[in-house]
């Protein structure tokens, strides 16, 4: 008998990029019309990105009502707006494995786009701003980040930047830094403290800066530093990795992401064995080796390795606070906050340690929005996506103004940043490190 959803948790299964099935044209059109079909009969997922709805208009609008009568071309209208968030699989699919229809709708759109970027189909833009170390490589060099972030603001150039690569001449382009966190951090030695270890924590961190924490954002990591030594945990800025690999996966160029993989993990496995935890300032980063990393290679032991010692920021220091190992001697209270749930952090099942954090601070009232602000590392930036990227953000930027805090805040600095866009009164976002850099006096 079969059964409408499932009662038990959901699992994962592998994906499974190395069989040649994977890219098995005629199969995977099978698989997409079989997984669409289901899809179309349950319509949960209309809230979350544009795959959803888009999909149901192409149902709703076609001659049958069906999707044997959708043109498997306009498949891809339904694949491109999927940007590997994961809140569908994680969070409203009740047909995801161990039941008996196996729907991964996530892997599976990343199989298509495997397979288009396997034929070459995809965009030269696409290729460029998903380079994220060669772009901010270029970018960060003195004289040339300043140049830069000075045409990403001129009319002329956006409109041209539309024309040649539809980059959409009103989305927000991040700001890039000469002063990048590892120049900054140049001469930073860990604290000389003594570690302090528990049954979850080994208490001294690697942290792994990301490329917009290092070519974007390089104060956060500074900020991070702060507050993790401030709590006696010695802090080593992991120099020599490269990008996780998160927008090279989500464009579907899976053999750049295992090329990333070759050079990040034995530089990971060694800090690791030198006994440090791991830590990234972006959860997209953390949810690379904690959940697609595994996933695409589950037979290497020293992938397993790192996503056991990866830890988001605050699920690091929560746990130990539950140790009695954090500090709570603030000096400065924070009044209410509007904190946007990152996706990639709800996807890691540790709960919002993020605002569990902020409220030991006094006097603090934190204000959680669980929903995603559209931004996803480059969608938010292409000419064709940039409308729908709004709409996404639109529920945010209204629970903000309704909130009436004194600070809106998200783990995820690029959906911050995307808010601000959204909010246009000037505001900036807040990070929740700098906030409890804040809240500590320092």
């Not at 499932?6 to 994906?15: G, N, W």
């Not at 149901?56 to 049958?64: K, M, N, Q, W, Y």
């Not at 993790?228 to 750049?256: Q, S, W």
């Not at 749930?341 to 099942?349: K, T």
Request: glycine share 6%.
């Amino acid at each position: 008998m079969r059964r409408e959803g499932s009662l038990e948790a959901p699992i994962r299964h592998p994906l499974g990029q190395d069989k040649k099935s994977f890219f098995d044209e005629e199969r995977l059109g099978r698989e997409l019309e079989r997984v669409f079909e289901i899809c179309s009969g349950c319509r949960r997922c209309f809230s979350l990105c544009e795959s959803f709805p888009t999909l149901f208009d192409l149902v709703d609008e076609s001659e049958t009502k069906d999707v044997d009568g959708v043109a498997r071309e306009d498949f891809d209208k339904v694949i491109d707006h999927c940007f590997q968030c994961d809140m569908c699989y994680q969070t409203r699919c009740p047909y995801v494995p161990p039941h008996e229809w196996n729907v991964d709708f996530p892997h599976l759109m990343l199989r298509a786009k495997a397979v288009k970027f396997k034929k070459r189909e995809s965009r030269f833009r696409d290729r460029l701003i998903t380079s994220t170390d060669l772009v901010g490589v270029f970018v960060s060099t003195p004289g040339v980040a300043q140049l830069a972030n000075t045409f990403n603001k001129m009319k002329p150039f956006r409109k041209m930047l539309d024309t040649v690569l539809q980059i959409h001449p009103d989305a927000s382009l991040p700001q890039y830094q000469s002063r990048t966190l590892i120049r900054r951090t140049k001469k930073h030695i860990p604290a000389a403290v003594k570690v302090k270890e528990t049954e979850q924590t080994r208490g001294k961190v690697a942290l792994f800066a990301t490329c917009y924490g290092n070519y974007n954002a390089p104060d956060l990591g500074k900020d991070f530093v702060q507050v993790f030594e401030h709590n006696g945990i010695p802090v080593k800025i992991i120099r020599d990795a490269r990008c996780c690999g998160m927008p090279k996966y989500e464009l579907g160029d899976l053999d750049t992401v295992e090329k990333l993989k070759s050079y990040n993990i034995p530089v990971l496995a060694r800090l690791i064995d030198e006994g440090y935890d791991l830590v990234t300032l972006i959860p997209s980063c953390t949810v690379m080796f904690k959940q697609e990393l595994p996933l695409m290679f589950p037979d290497e032991s020293r992938v397993k390795k790192v996503q056991q010692a990866m830890f988001d920021p605050f699920e690091y220091l929560m746990l130990r606070h539950k140790e009695g190992l954090l500090k709570t001697d603030f000096k400065n209270s924070l009044g209410k906050i509007a904190y946007q749930v990152a996706c990639h952090q709800r996807v890691q099942h540790i709960g919002m340690k993020t605002r569990d954090v902020l409220q030991l601070v006094p006097d603090t009232e934190i204000i959680p929005i669980e929903r995603c602000s559209g931004h996803d590392g480059t969608y938010t930036f292409k000419s064709e996506k940039h409308e729908a990227a709004m709409k996404i953000l639109k529920p945010v930027v209204d629970k903000v103004q309704q909130s009436d805090a004194a600070y809106y805040t998200s783990d995820c600095a690029m959906a911050g940043a995307h808010i601000e866009h959204g909010l246009a009164d000037g505001s900036k976002a807040a990070h929740p490190l700098s906030l409890l850099k804040y809240a500590y006096g320092l």
